[in-house]
Structure formats: structure tokens, C-alpha cells
């Protein structure tokens, strides 16, 4: 995978060639606001809430998809889409600093 | 006497059957398997089973064959595990373990999705998946005249994630060789973002899908089908008609895992992705489809896994530290339809390149590129799968972890 260097909120960050970040470790919410803002979110206590759900998966290396996200606590499918529309996991990985969901091909 | 139980025998239970009656000292371990089911099947078949490619008879054994003399093989039903107590409860009779090995399998859970076990299941409505489902679509296809086929994956994961790109580009095949080509539509549906989500495997195989004229739409989250309308609906009321739908339902664990605490919301249990060790219990591995680690669920996947497993277990039972050796190695080919496949080796780290496989230059393999000798290697391999793999005899020159030989790394971003 090639990764080449962003600047999102003034700091230096390593990315797919999608603007995905490619190290969790160099994300910060100034970051994820940035992220956030190119994509037309505006960001509120709700979006955070599964900003950090998503990053907490992540970490332990669970796989999401929409339904687990729907089945986590934090939010409902239909509340998910509103808060993230057209591809919400897509949307919200990018948000997050991890991974969109991928296959093996 | 100490007992090494394995609870499952399809490939992956199989396999370690195999690999452990030769490797535990049989004065010391008595090596048992237990599953419900008489038939082992060979699953890579049941994607050639609806177009006619493979037989009946072709894909399914008796399982009993493929247990080596010297394990005591069961067939009864699994009720429960007891982690705590090291015990297994089967139908009639409680089994004592000191290391179980947990090979549950995965299989699909239709019931999720809400309308998908209607009117329609199996009349217009079918997956390939299990053997009578594959067997009811193979029976649908030869009589059918045409319409909007559409193929759809629920959720990941999934078993054999390439497998329905696969059917996709089968059913272009079978259509043409038919002479109707023309009256079939054919919608690929996914939840990703795209058909391939590799970059180097769009950029090497995005060609497939303009040359076969397949409509692909992503981000698609199925919430229900609308059996009256004969559609399938996302949670934003986005709606794809179909005239048959062939759908990869939402894929879990086996019941017992569920019936015994042991699992996550899908039913797969907690593993060690380097080890196989489960992490809620020392002297408890998982191996194959039951587990959560973060490769594909694939036959080659558990073959690469048993050659570690196979060692971490001698190694356990010495009181030896175990070896953090495997590496998610997958190794597997995807048929693209006229008599042609291509072969992917990865792991965790590694996505899809091109190459020659297993030797460098010589091949004969073609990695990420489509070819003839490819297929007939995918052919070829259900001898390899009832003759080598399930019995534990290795497979020359290709290794438990993915190897850099051969691998070209020339498929650059724009």
C-alpha cells in the first residue's frame, strides 16, 4: 500500500492514497475535526461518542460493520446514517483515523 | 492418560486430527474428534455446483474416512463447553479434556436478515453456501430465462470473501455459453466501498468488471427484503430490485460457542492471531473459521494455521513457551470465468501483488493475473483437498507463512 504525507490541522500525518490514515498514533481530535470538516460533517458530542467507539474496536482489532455499530449502545443504524450520511462507516473510519472496512481483495 | 480434544471435524478439525495422532506421544494422549454430521464437504465446491461444473458426488464424503486410525472419532452433537471445568457436554455424555481445540466452523445465519427466510427463499431467493442451497440454485439456473440477477453480501465477514466475485463472473460465463447473455442484468451489491477495496487489486482487476458488463453498487446495508416488492432494502430506504437474488447472509459461529459463553456477538472466539491460543483459556486453541483473528476465513487460511497450531500444541503440552509464528498467510484463487483463474498469496500485512507463485519467475503460477493454467490449478486443488491437505501431508514449496519470493511489486498509485 502506498502511503504518502498530509496536513491536516497543521500536523504531518502518514495516508493511504484515499486520505486514510495509516498510523493511529499520529491522530488527535484537531485532526479528526479537519478530516471531519472535508467531508462536510460537523462534529458534535454524538459524532465523538462513535469517533471513540470506533477507535476502541479498532484497537482491539474487531472488525466493524454497520450492524455491529447499529448493535453497540452508542447509536442506532438509522442514527448512524443521520450523523454520518452516504456510507457512514466509510465516512466515520476516515473521521476516526482508522481503516475504511476492507476485504481481502 | 492425558485427552487432546477436538470439537469439529470439516477441514480444519480434520487437519489437526492428522497433524497430532502423528505428533503426540501415544502413550501419554489419546487424540478425540467430535461432530454431529456423517458428510464432509469439499465448500470451495459449491461455487461450481449451481453452473453445472462439479457433480454431487464431487464435493461431499463420508467424514469418518479422513480420521486417521488411532483417534477415537465421535458423531454426536455438541451441547456446551465448560472452560472452567474443562469439560465438554455432548447429547448423552460429558467428555474430560486437558487441551481442547475448538474447529466450530462458520456457516450462514439467513434468520438475521429480516424477510430473507420468506416466500421467496429458495424459489427466488437462494445462497450457495450450503450444499442444498447451492443444489436449489443449480436447479433454478438451468430452467431460468432471464431477468435481474442480482449477487449480494450482507456483511463482513464472511467465509471465502472473493467467492461471490466469483459466482459473479461464473454466471457472465454460463449466460454466454447459453446464448443469453443479453437477457440477464447482472448487480453485484456490497457493503464496502467497491467490488475490490485493495487498491492494487482494483487497479489489476477493475478491467473484469467493465469487460463483463457487471453493475456494482456499495455501501449498501441491507436492513430487510421486501418480499411483496421483490427488492432489497437499505436502513435509509434505498431499494434494489431483483428478479433473483443470490445473497451471502450475515456469517456466525457455530451455536455451541454461543451456548457456552465463549464467543463475540458473531459467535467467533477471542484468538491469539499469532499463537491460535484463545484468549480466555490457556490450555484452549481455536483454529479455521471459529476464530476472530483478522485473516479471511478460508481453507487455506486453516492449512497455514495447523502447520503452527500443529507445533504450538507440542509445545504446550511440554510446558514450553509457544512460538508467535503465524502470520495470517492466505492463499487462494478466484475463478474469473472462460476457463480462466488467478491466484492471490497475502497475509496481515501483505495485500494481493502481482508475481509467479511458488517460484519466482518459473511460477508456474501467475499471481493477480489471469490465466488458464490457474484454473485447472483451482480444479486441480479438490484432489490436493481430500489427498494431502485434510491428511496433514504438506504441500511442497509452499509454506506456512507467506514468502516474499516471486512477489512483484509493480502496480503504482496514479
Given at each position: 500500500m502506498e502511503t504518502m504525507e498530509k496536513i491536516y490541522a497543521g500536523i504531518n500525518v502518514d495516508c493511504n492514497e484515499e486520505g486514510y490514515?495509516?498510523?493511529?498514533?499520529?491522530?488527535n481530535t484537531a485532526v479528526g475535526l479537519e478530516i471531519a470538516k472535508n467531508e462536510g460533517i460537523g462534529m458534535t458530542d454524538k459524532h465523538w461518542e462513535v469517533i471513540a467507539y470506533l477507535q476502541d474496536q479498532y484497537k482491539k482489532e474487531i472488525p466493524l460493520s454497520i450492524r455491529k455499530v447499529g448493535k453497540s449502545g452508542v447509536v442506532s443504524i438509522k442514527e448512524f446514517y443521520e450523523l454520518f450520511p452516504n456510507g457512514p462507516l466509510k465516512i466515520s473510519s476516515k473521521i476516526a483515523g482508522i481503516p475504511k472496512p476492507v476485504s481481502c481483495i | 492418560m492425558k485427552e487432546l480434544l477436538i470439537l469439529g471435524a470439516g477441514t480444519s478439525g480434520t487437519m489437526m486430527a492428522n497433524h497430532l495422532v502423528k505428533k503426540l506421544p501415544k502413550k501419554e494422549w489419546t487424540v478425540s474428534i467430535v461432530d454431529q454430521y456423517k458428510t464432509h464437504y469439499y465448500q470451495p465446491g459449491f461455487l461450481f455446483l449451481p453452473f453445472d461444473i462439479y457433480k454431487e458426488d464431487q464435493v461431499k464424503k463420508v467424514g469418518k474416512k479422513f480420521i486417521p486410525k488411532g483417534v477415537n472419532y465421535i458423531q454426536k452433537k455438541i451441547e456446551k463447553i465448560l472452560p472452567e471445568a474443562n469439560k465438554v457436554e455432548l447429547e448423552d455424555e460429558t467428555l474430560n479434556y486437558d487441551v481442547l481445540i475448538i474447529a466450530t466452523g462458520s456457516k450462514i445465519a439467513p434468520q438475521e436478515t429480516e424477510g430473507l427466510l420468506g416466500p421467496l427463499w429458495r424459489k427466488d431467493i437462494f445462497d450457495f453456501y450450503t450444499f442444498e442451497g447451492a443444489l436449489a440454485l443449480r436447479n433454478k439456473l438451468r430452467a431460468w430465462e432471464g431477468g435481474k440477477m442480482v449477487i449480494h453480501i450482507t456483511e463482513m465477514p464472511i467465509k471465502c470473501p472473493v467467492a461471490p466475485l466469483e459466482f459473479t463472473f461464473l454466471a457472465d460465463s454460463y449466460f454466454r455459453e447459453k446464448g443469453m447473455r443479453d437477457k440477464v442484468d447482472i448487480t453485484y451489491v456490497t457493503?464496502?466501498?467497491?467490488?475490490?477495496?485493495?487498491p492494487t487489486c482494483t487497479k489489476a482487476l477493475n478491467y473484469l468488471l467493465e469487460e463483463k458488463d457487471i453493475k456494482i453498487k456499495t455501501d449498501f446495508a441491507i436492513m430487510e427484503v421486501d418480499n411483496d416488492q421483490k427488492q432489497i432494502v437499505d436502513y435509509v430506504d434505498k431499494a434494489i430490485p431483483f428478479d433473483l437474488l443470490i445473497t451471502i447472509p450475515t456469517n456466525m459461529g457455530d451455536a455451541v460457542i454461543e451456548r457456552s459463553g465463549m464467543g463475540d456477538d458473531l459467535n467467533f472466539v477471542p484468538t491469539?492471531?499469532?499463537?491460535?491460543?484463545?484468549k480466555a483459556h490457556q490450555n484452549i486453541f481455536v483454529i479455521g473459521d471459529?476464530?476472530?483473528?483478522?485473516?479471511?476465513?478460508?481453507g487455506s487460511v486453516a492449512h497455514f494455521e495447523a502447520e503452527t497450531l500443529a507445533d504450538n500444541i507440542v509445545l504446550f503440552t511440554k510446558g514450553y513457551k509457544l512460538k508467535e509464528e503465524f502470520d495470517g498467510h492466505a492463499n487462494c484463487f478466484i475463478e474469473t470465468g472462460g476457463n480462466k483463474a488467478l491466484l492471490i498469496d497475502f497475509n496481515y500485512e501483505q495485500e494481493p501483488v502481482h508475481g509467479t507463485f511458488p517460484f519466482a519467475k518459473v511460477g508456474p503460477l501467475k499471481l493477480l493475473k489471469e490465466s488458464v493454467f490457474n484454473h485447472w490449478g483451482k480444479l486441480a486443488f479438490r484432489w490436493i483437498y481430500w489427498n494431502m491437505l485434510l491428511k496433514a501431508i504438506p504441500i511442497p514449496f509452499v509454506g506456512r507463512n507467506m514468502s516474499f519470493k516471486g512477489k512483484i511489486f509493480d502496480i503504482k498509485s496514479d
Open positions: 490514515l495509516t498510523n493511529l498514533d499520529q491522530w | 457493503p464496502l466501498s467497491g467490488a475490490f477495496t485493495k491469539n492471531k499469532h499463537t491460535l491460543q484463545s471459529a476464530t476472530n483473528v483478522p485473516a479471511s476465513k478460508a
